[in-house]
C-alpha cells in the first residue's frame, strides 16, 4: 500500500496568516502518461464528514476560496491557505488515489494561534 | 442538491452481523462509483470498499476482506455494506461517498456510527 505522511501533526496559525501543510507518499502518484497526480486534499470539521477541496493535486473543487491552493509533484505535495480565517480551523487529510487501496494521511489539526 | 444518507447503525456485538444502507439523491446513482469510508473515534480516514457505477467490480481493503460486502441497487439508488463476523476494531463512523473520474471522493453522507462491543 502506498503509505501518505503529513506533517506537521498539529499546526497553530495566526489569522491572517498563511498556514502550510505538507503531505509525502512512499511512492510517486504521478501517473506519466497523463502527467495527472492522483492526489486530493480534504478538510474535516468536528462532528462533519470530509469535505473535497482539491483533486489531481491543485485544482480547486468548485465552491472552495481561492485561499486555499495546492501543488507539487511526484511524492511531495503541500497545502496551502494564503490568509487564514477563522473558519478554516480543521483538520486536513491528504489522499492518494493512484493505486488501490486509496489511502489517507494520518491527518494535520490546523488551529488558531 | 446531492444527499447520500447512511442508516443501519448501532451496537452490535463481536461477531454479529450489521446492514448499512446509503440512500442516494440528486445525481444519477447508476453513473457513479461509490465508496465507504470509515473513521475509528477520534482517528483518521480508512478506504473500506468501492462498487463501480453498475456493479460489476469490487474491491475491499485488506482489513475488512472476506468480511464485508458492497453492493448497489442502482433501481432504488441505494448502496449497502454487509459487515459480518464484526471486531472490535470495527468500531467507526462510516461514510458512504461518491467518486468523479477517479477515486477522489468528491461527495460524502454524514456518516452512521457503528459499536461493536459486548
Known amino acids: 500500500d502506498i503509505v501518505m505522511t503529513q506533517s506537521p501533526d498539529s499546526l497553530a496559525v495566526s489569522l491572517g496568516e498563511r498556514a502550510t501543510i505538507n503531505c509525502k507518499s512512499s511512492q510517486s502518484v504521478l501517473y506519466s502518461s497523463s502527467n495527472q497526480n492522483y492526489l486530493a486534499w480534504y478538510q474535516q470539521k468536528p462532528g462533519q464528514p470530509p469535505k473535497l477541496l482539491i483533486y489531481w493535486a491543485s485544482t480547486r473543487e468548485s465552491g472552495v476560496p481561492d485561499r486555499f491552493s495546492g501543488s507539487g509533484s511526484g511524492t511531495d505535495f503541500t497545502l496551502t491557505i494564503s490568509s487564514l480565517q477563522a473558519e478554516d480551523v480543521a483538520v486536513y487529510f491528504c489522499?492518494?488515489?493512484?493505486?488501490?487501496?486509496?489511502?489517507f494521511g494520518q491527518g494535520t489539526k490546523l488551529e488558531i494561534k | 442538491q446531492i444527499q447520500l444518507v447512511e442508516s443501519g447503525g448501532g451496537v452490535v456485538q463481536p461477531g454479529r452481523s450489521l446492514r448499512l444502507s446509503c440512500a442516494a439523491s440528486?445525481?444519477?446513482?447508476?453513473?457513479?462509483?461509490m465508496h465507504w469510508v470509515r473513521q475509528a473515534p477520534g482517528k483518521g480516514l480508512e478506504w473500506v470498499a468501492v462498487i463501480w457505477h453498475d456493479g460489476s467490480n469490487k474491491d475491499y481493503a485488506d482489513s475488512v476482506k472476506g468480511r464485508f460486502t458492497i453492493s448497489r441497487d442502482n433501481s432504488k439508488n441505494t448502496l449497502y455494506l454487509q459487515m459480518n463476523s464484526l471486531r472490535a476494531e470495527d468500531t467507526a463512523v462510516y461514510y458512504c461517498?461518491?467518486?468523479?473520474?477517479?477515486?477522489?471522493?468528491?461527495?460524502w453522507g454524514q456518516g452512521i456510527l457503528v459499536t461493536v462491543s459486548s
Open positions: 440528486g445525481f444519477p446513482f447508476s453513473s457513479y462509483g
Open positions: 489522499q492518494q488515489y493512484y493505486a488501490t487501496p486509496p489511502t
Open positions: 461517498a461518491k467518486d468523479r473520474n477517479g477515486w477522489y471522493l468528491e461527495d
